[in-house]
């Protein structure tokens, strides 16, 4: 029992869903009169579930149940919890044990090497051309590879460290060799001995040296389709916050490795990393209606805005809620002549973004690469279950769906975090919410996604340190913004960008700052603070969220919780202790601001009643801000509790005022001690948190995945044709049931012939039991026998 994460009560058995361990799951039923335990399956624990809502549907034998696992059983699984998001070292291992060092073995390898080419512009040139890398047509058998391999090794050993590769192209040509082995002697050696160990005693760490230098990855599409998707004044408006942050940040930081690797490699090669997201006509001041925009601070990376249509073919001018966009994605996979080539590496994000990646990337044949940044399922309780109440409003039916295609057609899963994958011992990780999960009157799913598939790894990403840098840094400090800011925090007026004012200035400031919805919590930060005496006597509190006004919102929980903050402010009377600032979409001033709440001697904190890793944190963090955040989620790895920062549980909103409360009392007393918390993040952050480990690693598994695949070619061919049905008879119908901007909502789709009856059924009230209730049940059914 205290294991177990679910129980259904239906007498006379009761089934448990018990959670030994992160990843591994059992399902059993014990019957209520003899206490009998038996072992089900998956599925027949789902079936016990969904009688509760849809009996019917539950013993109909022609009720659609997926099993993604069954494609799955020639592809190797990692065993411990503890290897779960290690994908990548995992699949060299395998890889290493695969090729194994005889010659027969090593020919999958020796064939990939051949595909190595080059099609596109070289740099400072107009001329588009077709090359091959590393190896020739003239090696044709794995023993010519390895005479190739020691002619060019020894040669290459004999000249001086620096000779550049163009004084030995020619013969390495003769031996069958290309240019990409490195910039000069050096490097060519180096990756020529990668390579020769790998031929010899395959070994995992010289198969990632080796596929580092793999020069396989030049040009990148990232889909991120929601929200507003922009360099400036976006951060705050609807379906607009960390995300489009991350993904600057990465593009950034994947040009500059890209670049890197491209000079090592000997190349003269001119990368491209393309943004694919959504045109805006009415764009509110920002440039989302710019067709193409270069990425700030980079060469060769852009954002390409494709708008969507209107069934009549027109440009649809107005933004659309992430919950209602998936009748407008299909588009998104059909526009192969703008990109004029193919890619190398896809990247999507979101459901959106990860959906039209696995559509173009199933057509295109090209290395796929997700990032969920959040799952719905595990944001909403009972969504699964209760799809039909909540499908109007949010389409789950289709966001569900959308994920489960999305996760099961990627090569590789990117998370920022363990407990994204596969949460805490006490509790489930956002992936692994959707291991057997069911949908009652749509789709069981009895093998959804197992967090063990290689295919997951963690790539912790940073903040921009040009932007982000601790408070400490007098220099850099940007003082002109000090006017801007001080008018910010403490003008005693309400106007349209703030409300509330500050009447002690001498309190440190408690801040926050992220989009004003139901999961970010700041209205329980709110709400904390004004039952919490303490900590309203000790410090003052300063929130950045959403809009002011509910008239000016369109956002369905955005407008909930402007009404609910305002109601708060007055329900605690907490005019002159809080100010709220309306979203700030300037990151450089959002930099400063963080900078100059540190000089109050403040701290961050990040309430979220679930944060699937924290980008807020890590700024904060980055600035030298002492930050408390959820213990729900990434910050909760991302910051040690009680030595870099505190944990908190958004759940239990009287113990995190407490905890607020005696970290300023202790600052009160001894100030050595903020110093002390302040630095203690700052060195967790270096340690751990930079874009350049992120974006290394991230190349290694486009490079790493892209032969994976070819090992896996026939397994793959077959999963592909399964997703591909599932995407057009299941998903493309469900897409049907969402209303285009402007129409009326269909009627719910359902799976079977009994649509319309099913339609009508209502859901029982949900009876699931803790344990106490269960422990009482089986004593009284036991002592009524």
């Known amino acids: 029992l205290l294991c177990s994460q679910e129980a259904v009560v239906l007498p006379p058995f009761v089934a448990f869903a018990v959670r030994m361990n992160p990843g591994i799951w059992e399902y059993v039923k014990v019957h209520a009169d003899d206490l009998s335990v038996e072992g089900i399956t998956p599925s027949e624990y789902l079936k016990f579930k969904e009688t509760l809502y849809d009996e019917k549907w539950a013993k109909d034998d022609n009720s659609l149940e997926v099993d993604f696992g069954a494609l799955d059983l020639s592809t190797p699984r990692l065993t411990l919890p503890s290897s779960i998001g290690n994908g990548m070292q995992f699949v060299s291992k395998f890889m290493s044990s695969k090729l194994n060092g005889k ?297 569900f769906t959308a994920d489960m295609i999305a996760m099961n057609t990627t090569d590789f899963i990117i998370t920022s975090t363990y407990q994204e994958i596969a949460g805490s011992k006490e509790k489930p990780g956002q992936y692994e919410h959707h291991y057997a999960f069911t949908m009652p009157g749509l789709c069981r799913y009895a093998t959804g996604i197992n967090v063990f598939d290689p295919k997951f790894n963690i790539a912790a990403p940073g903040a921009d340190q040009s932007v982000y840098f601790p408070f400490t840094q007098k ?138 890793f924290g980008l807020t944190v890590i700024e904060a963090m980055n600035c030298g801000l002492p930050t408390f955040a959820t213990n729900q989620g990434g910050p909760a790895e991302i910051i040690v509790d009680g030595v870099s920062g505190f944990h908190i549980n958004p759940m239990n909103g009287r113990e995190a005022g407490t905890k607020i409360a005696d970290f300023f009392q202790k600052c009160k007393e001894d100030p050595g001690y903020w110093n002390k918390m302040s630095t203690a993040g700052l060195q967790r952050i270096y340690e751990c948190y930079t874009w350049k480990i992120y974006a290394t690693k991230v190349l290694n598994m486009g490079s790493m995945y892209g032969f994976w695949r070819t090992l896996n070619k026939e397994e793959r061919v077959a999963k592909q044709r399964y997703m591909q049905m599932f995407y057009n008879l299941q998903f493309r119908n469900l897409v049907k049931t969402v209303p285009r901007v402007g129409e009326q909502p269909p009627r719910p789709a359902t799976t079977t012939g009994a649509a319309a009856e099913r339609n009508q059924i209502v859901a029982r009230p949900r009876e699931r039991q803790v344990c106490a209730l269960l422990r009482n049940l089986l004593r009284k059914d036991r002592g009524s026998n």
């Open 475 to 612: 220099q850099k400090r940007l003082t002109a913004l000090h006017p801007q800011i001080e008018e910010l925090l403490y003008s005693k007026e309400d106007t349209d960008e703030h409300i509330g004012y500050l009447a002690d200035r001498s309190k440190p400031i408690i801040f926050s700052m992220a989009r004003l919805d139901k999961v970010k919590n700041i209205t329980g930060l709110v709400e904390w603070y004004g039952q919490n005496k303490k900590v309203r006597d000790l410090v003052n509190l300063v929130v950045v969220a959403g809009l002011l006004n509910a008239a000016q919102s369109k956002d369905r929980e955005e407008i909930d919780e402007i009404n609910k903050m305002h109601n708060l402010i007055d329900k605690y009377q907490l005019k002159g202790q809080i100010r709220w600032i309306k979203a700030q979409t300037d990151r450089v001033r959002n930099g400063e601001l963080y900078r100059y709440i540190a000089d109050t001697k403040g701290a961050f904190v990040q309430p979220a009643l679930y944060e699937a």
């Open 103 to 399: 010659p027969e073995s090593m020919k999958p390898l020796l064939d990939y090497l051949l595909t190595l080419n080059y099609r596109g512009e070289v740099r400072s040139s107009a001329i588009h051309i077709t090359e091959k890398l590393m190896v020739n047509d003239t090696i044709d058998t794995v023993n010519k590879l390895q005479t190739a391999l020691l002619l060019a090794e020894v040669f290459v050993s004999g000249l001086p460290k620096f000779t550049p590769y163009l004084k030995f192209e020619q013969r390495f040509q003769e031996w069958g060799l290309e240019k990409g082995w490195g910039e000069n002697a050096e490097t060519c050696k180096e990756t020529l001995n990668f390579l020769s160990e790998v031929l010899q005693a395959p070994d995992p760490i010289n198969m990632e040296k080796f596929f580092s230098r793999v020069p396989s990855i030049f040009n990148i599409v990232v889909f991120s389709i929601h929200g507003y998707f922009g360099q400036e004044k976006v951060l705050g408006l609807p379906d607009t916050g960390g995300q489009v942050v991350y993904i600057l940040d990465q593009v950034r930081s994947m040009e500059e490795e890209l670049l890197q690797r491209i000079k090592l490699q000997g190349l003269h090669i001119t990368p491209k990393i393309l943004v694919l997201t959504r045109l805006i006509p009415d764009s509110k001041g920002t440039k989302c209606n710019v067709e193409l925009e270069p990425v700030e601070n980079t060469k060769y990376s852009h954002i390409l805005r494709v708008p969507f249509k209107t069934e009549d073919g027109k440009d649809l001018r107005q933004w659309v809620s992430r919950f209602d966009i998936y009748p407008y994605l299909e588009r998104y996979a059909q526009i192969l002549d703008i990109l004029e080539g193919k890619p190398d590496l896809i990247i999507g994000n979101y459901t959106d973004g990860n959906l039209v990646a696995s559509l173009m990337a199933s057509k295109l044949g090209v290395t796929q690469g997700t990032i969920a940044h959040a799952l719905e399922k595990t944001k909403y309780e009972d969504s699964d279950t209760k799809w039909r109440e909540l499908d109007q409003k949010y389409h789950f039916s289709c966001q």
